[in-house]
């Protein structure tokens, strides 16, 4: 699906590359594969390298920690939902802090008007985070659970022991919940700086294109554009990029990569 101007995978995709993650595992229904690989390729185009795999029955978040167990291998690993976009000042040196952190779990919560949608966190005065609920009636808290998590390799193991829910899933909620019973679990709360959406609805999909397409208009700066966070990572040099601009060069999209190597934004 579209969001604005480039396709939804984009997001998640460059929040995992502005973390300095090159390996990238895109779980997708049976169905969909092929036609994220057809989008995203290898991914070698920009410095990383993509791989899929098929969770042939819809059976929770965390299963995507036993699909992914090859993949993940010896690893720390993160997962971020493919609905998710995340934007805010000061994102990328939080996700490269969480990402060289050796905290066995870390979860980023945001606060919401609306937490009995989501997994919700309860704190005590101190920030100290007390319980996990899942999409309670009556929340604890605004302080969603958003869908970006930070494992350590405990966690195949971890979503393997825990047993499916009333709906018949394997819920993120149980595992984060499991490591909060050991004391391993870091909250890192998501403040008025920035943003976090969920486009699982049409109304919020369409929130979500609106807040790119204004932000964009207003900055002259694109959101989640997979080959400027590349380049910008170093994941590719100047002359890459200018390849990768040349097919789009009567776009404004490829003017926009083109004249990137020129300015210091």
């Not at 319980?131 to 869908?147: C, F, I, Y």
Request: glycine content about 8%; some cysteine.
């Amino acid at each position: 699906l579209p969001v604005y101007d480039k396709p939804l995978i984009y997001y998640p995709l460059t929040t995992l590359m502005l973390g300095g993650i090159r390996d990238i595992l895109v779980i997708t229904a049976p169905n969909e594969r092929e036609r994220f690989r057809s989008l995203l390729g290898d991914g070698l185009q920009w410095g990383i390298r993509i791989q899929y795999a098929a969770q042939e029955q819809p059976r929770g978040l965390a299963d995507a920690f036993i699909v992914g167990e090859s993949f993940i291998g010896n690893d720390r690993c993160a997962l971020i939902l493919g609905d998710n976009i995340y934007y805010g000042h000061g994102l990328t040196e939080l996700l490269q802090k969480t990402a060289a952190s050796s905290a066995p779990a870390t979860i980023f919560c945001y606060w919401v008007s609306d937490p009995e949608r989501y997994g919700v966190a309860k704190f005590n005065e101190a920030w100290q985070i007390l319980d996990l609920e899942e999409k309670p009636q009556r929340p604890s808290s605004n302080w969603a659970v958003t869908g970006l998590y930070f494992y350590d390799n405990k966690i195949v193991e971890i979503a393997k022991s825990i047993a499916p829910s009333k709906r018949g899933e394997l819920e993120i909620t149980d595992v984060n919940k499991a490591y909060l019973a050991r004391g391993e679990l870091t909250v890192e709360r998501l403040g008025r700086g920035y943003c976090w959406l969920d486009t699982g609805t049409h109304d919020t999909l369409l929130d979500a294109a609106e807040f790119v397409r204004v932000t964009e208009h207003r900055q002259g700066l694109k959101i989640a554009c997979v080959e400027e966070v590349a380049w910008r990572m170093g994941f590719i040099d100047d002359t890459q990029l200018l390849r990768l601009s040349e097919p789009l060069r009567n776009t404004g999209y490829g003017q926009y990569l083109a004249a990137l190597p020129l300015h210091s934004w």
